[in-house]
């Protein structure tokens, strides 16, 4: 099992090799992957959970322990499945695609991330794929990156989920502390501790957070919509199908661990609630397939948020259903749009009519996603939806009448989206629209016939799927069963409302510029702007601070560094430092030794002051021979030497450079270099003291003291200083010519480099 | 005398500091320059010194007998004045190189970092 979720990751890598020929065949190709897990996962499926430990990290609490039951079972039908689906319908859609490669090898990527997500059984292992689903999403959505509305929603798409994902992570990280594990499964073999530990509240709600935004659930919904920005192939299989379920497979795989109590069931109540509605009534709003579908999904997954809210068996069940029956339907829906837009270069509803006369197979696959969208018998939606009213008519009329308005909004979206476009007369600028290849028209006919199928003969699902996956939730067995007709009862009456309602409204409502404008306009108040003005604040305040900070003033720098060390240093020394010399300091000072050092003193003063650049270039010779005398008179023959010969070639070498060079701006006294002026003496003046702090401490002399013994000993030279340089630590010394080198190097090539005319500025 | 070159280091540091600060590069370098020996003398002022005593083992022994100057910072010295050496060769023929191209030594001028 093991192998086959990295085996995703190795297919990506492969993928992202270029290629020169053939990329068209490497691309359809890749299709065999999620097919290959798929059998793979069907053959082992099994009805009792397996569990296969593989250690990762060893002295941490992280392994990729693989958790087989029948949740991840579902999830994996979805994720290889409508994969298989997506694969052969985006290598025909990204046919002669430049970038075709890239899009597969994220795609790639991305399904190896999704399958970590409902396998994983140690809760740092899925928060690691957790997030390379938003990794891989953000490049999906991203992958036109040439246009800017694109890499703006891929950004906020990062932002939302990304950091839901690492609130999850500190909730994870509180759970794991207070079970004691950070495996799944053990954290609900003890649930009673968990759930009635103070934390309780945080974690959950710390969870949640990340589970809402990953499923883009109010008020974090909005970008969803903006991700349809990714190629359809990419929305059809992450941002309806799979990855925005993950946030449900979360709240799903979690409900035995910290469900059942009345603050997770509110919570999931009241978000799934509102978003149920207030998506599904939006989704009505846009003329745009793409933008319809995306409101549609948010309100689905809402529904499934709400039904888990619910907690009940009856709404387990129907969660179940639904998941799956969601995930047919939907992705179904994004292909024919995809198919739309590829052959007619338009989405958008109220243009579209009558592509069934070109596109027949394709509509036919609307219609049936439409349908079983609906709930419209004898549809496997019928049975989803049928469960959903079963569901909330045990816990009261209020929660009834909500997911039927939801379910008439989405009845209505679901066939603007999969209907419409076929409806009605042939537009005449599309008569020349012809059928894709099979490639492209094959894949949502089989997903929207598998809707159908499923409905007529429940029973091929009921005991492989359903039952399995309502054990892993609920953690009873399954005892009903799934079947189209219940007789005549309150549910059906319902059923019958909302297909008849939808259908009226569907006749009624006629989707146009200025229906979109108004709930475009009506967004204005919404929670994106809040959002969107926060992330605008984040911006504007990195940018303060980058400009205050990294002004691109070397002196402004060098002062933030000054005051800072004066700061700190100072603050130091002011409670440590006594300023007591003791008689070590009291070296008497010779006549020769005082005229050096006032010589010096007086170049340096000349150096800082002096209008000429000739006279500071000659005090700063003047001040190197100085430095020179000092050390000849402590005992420093070969610093002298070096220092001479340094200290001559400096000055030659700027003077033979000067004349080429402007004259000094004058030096005024202007505040700004009084303000230098006090920084520079406050940090010289620390120095000093600092030195002479440190002269009153004791010197360790231990390594001098085996070079003076060993030089000779070990190295036959009796000058110590260059035995230390050329034998003790010749290795340094080597690197040091090194670098002499490449300067030397650069100087010259900067000496005679001649550019070419074109180039040249003079 | 420790305190006369204490003073003589702070006066270099400080020194170097403000011309660091200044806006001509010629400028700058010379502040690098000063800096440079600053630290110089901070190491072979805090190596200790001592008059007369050069870490040369004499003819006729096999090590050092009588006191010593502390041969340590002095390689260490020697190191800094060659690189430093290096450092400020590139850099005054960089500044040469740049005025060519751009017509000032102002820092504050060379800022673009296009069209120049």
Known sequence: MLIALLFPFLAAALLALPVREKRDLIVRLSALVPLGLLSFFIYNSQQTPTMQR???????????????????FLFILLITGIGTAIFV??????????????????????????LGVVLSDNLIALFVFWELTSISSFFLIGFNNENEASRKSALTALAVTGSGGLVMLIGFIGLGEVAGTYSIQEIIAQRDAVVNHTAYGWITGLILFGAITKSA??????????????????SAYLHSATMVKAGIYLIARLTPALGDTPFWNQTLLVLGGVTMLYAAFQSLFHKDMKSILAYSTVSALGILVFLLGIGTSASILAASVFILVHGLYKATLFLVTGIVDHETGSRDVSQLSGLRKVMLPVAIAGLLAAISNAGIPPSFGFIGKDLIYEATELKGHLLTALAVLTNIFLLVAGFLAGWKPFAGPLQPEHQKVHLPEMAMWLPPLLLASLGILFGLFPQLIEKTIVAPVFQSISGTAFTGHLALWHGFNFVLLLSSITIVGGLVLYFIIKPSTALNSFIVKSEKFGPKVILTGIANGFDLFARLYTKFFQNGYLRYYIIFIMLTLIGLLGFEMWHYTTLETNNRLATEVTFYEGVTIFILLVSVVIIVFSQSRLAS???LGVMGLAICIVFVFYSAPDLAMTQFT??????????????????FIPLRFTPHHIRDAVIALGFGALISILTLEVLTKNVNREISEFYAANSYVLAKGKNVVN????DFRGADTIVEIAVLSIAAIGVFSLLKLRLPKKERIE | MEVLLAIVIGTLYAAGIFMILRRSLVRLIIGLIL?????NLLIFLLGRIAKGKPPLIPEDANFMTAAYADPIPQALILTA????????????????????????????????????
Request: aromatic share 14%; hydrophobic share 55%; no cysteine.
């Open chain 2, 35 to 39: 800096l440079g020996n600053g630290a």
């Open chain 1, 217 to 234: 659930q109010f008020p974090f919904h909005f970008w969803l919509p903006g991700a349809m920005k990714a190629p359809t192939p990419v």
């Open chain 1, 617 to 619: 270039v000659a005090a």
């Open chain 1, 54 to 72: 593989n250690a990762w990290l060893r002295d941490m609490p992280v392994s990729l322990d693989l958790y087989f039951d029948g949740l991840s």
């Open chain 1, 723 to 726: 035995v230390i340089l050329v």
């Open chain 1, 89 to 114: 319908y985006a290598g025909a859609y990204m046919k002669g695609h430049a970038y075709s490669q890239r899009l597969m090898a994220f795609l790639m990527l991305f399904m190896g991330a999704m």
């Open chain 1, 646 to 663: 340094i200290d001559t070639l400096t000055v030659i070498l700027f003077v033979l450079v000067l004349y080429k060079l402007p004259k």
């Open chain 2, 81 to 116: 004045i060659v690189i430093s050496f290096g450092l400020q060769a590139f850099a005054i023929v960089l500044v040469k190189r740049a005025y060519r191209v751009v017509k000032t030594d102002d820092i504050d001028q060379m800022n673009a970092t296009d069209d120049v």
